[in-house]
T-cell receptor, first 115, second 116 residues
Framework: GAGVSQSPRYKVAKRGQDVALRCDPI?????LFWYQQALGQGPEFLTY????????KSGLPSDRFFAERPEGSVSTLKIQRTQQEDSAVYLC?????????????FGDGTRLSIL | AQSVTQLGSHVSVSEGALVLLRCNYS??????LFWYVQYPNQGLQLLLK??????LVKGINGFEAEFKKSETSFHLTKPSAHMSDAAEYFC??????????????FGKGTRLSVIA
């Protein structure tokens, strides 16, 4: 399809395990964002890529969170030594180019549950 | 720092009635403003955006919003609610960041229920 694709849709992990969440943005989109959405809340910014460069990771909650986009297309968000507070929906969004006026196109998210 | 306040975590309207979802923003620079809709177990879909052109913005599915700088508001309206409008609605603000980083800052959302 032509939209943002995220996988897996659902992920259950035991506390302490590492997880990896994948995002396939819309082809040709320069900007890529990761957001975390807790239950009943709005999405909160985690990190931003412009092509392969990670320009802002100020929203990552701890050094257990790591994101990459090595070839400027697919991105992976990795969480090491997961904890229960990491349970949330992780949303990926892309936009055609940088700029605050650019609409961001969202994937359906990965719902992460830490037991 | 930017912020968004959505008044009312839950709004309930009758089918055919006016929908009004409130959003107030705080921004030190001219903002860009967005409304997104989220259906259960789905991502966010853009309804409309304000990017400093016309202050009355028309979006998809019959929704519109008016940017009022003096009131720092960007309320979402629809003249006649449909059952299919039941969803979670998010207001968001952005601007032109120094490095091109322009993350959206979201409100907490308003859940719209439509009663038959």
């Amino acid at each position: 399809g032509a939209g943002v694709s995220q996988s897996p849709r659902y992920k259950v992990a035991k506390r302490g395990q590492d997880v990896a969440l994948r995002c396939d943005p819309i082809s040709g989109h320069v900007s890529l964002f990761w957001y975390q959405q807790a239950l009943g809340q709005g999405p909160e910014f985690l990190t931003y890529f412009q092509n392969e460069a990670q320009l802002d990771k100020s929203g990552l909650p701890s050094d257990r969170f790591f994101a990459e986009r090595p070839e400027g297309s697919v991105s992976t968000l990795k969480i090491q030594r997961t904890q229960q507070e990491d349970s949330a929906v992780y949303l990926c969004a892309s936009s055609f180019r940088q700029g605050g006026n650019q609409p961001q196109h969202f994937g359906d998210g990965t719902r992460l549950s830490i037991l | 720092a930017q912020s968004v306040t959505q008044l009312g975590s839950h709004v309930s309207v009758s089918e055919g009635a006016l929908v009004l979802l409130r959003c107030n923003y705080s921004s030190s620079v001219p903002p860009y403003l967005f409304w997104y809709v989220q259906y259960p177990n789905q991502g966010l879909q853009l309804l409309l955006k304000y990017t400093s052109a016309a202050t009355l913005v028309k979006g998809i599915n019959g929704f519109e919003a008016e940017f009022k700088k003096s009131e720092t508001s960007f309320h979402l309206t629809k003249p006649s609610a449909h059952m299919s409008d039941a969803a979670e609605y998010f207001c968001a603000v952005s601007d032109d960041g120094e490095s091109g980083n322009t993350p959206l800052v979201f409100g907490k959302g308003t859940r719209l229920s439509v009663i038959a």
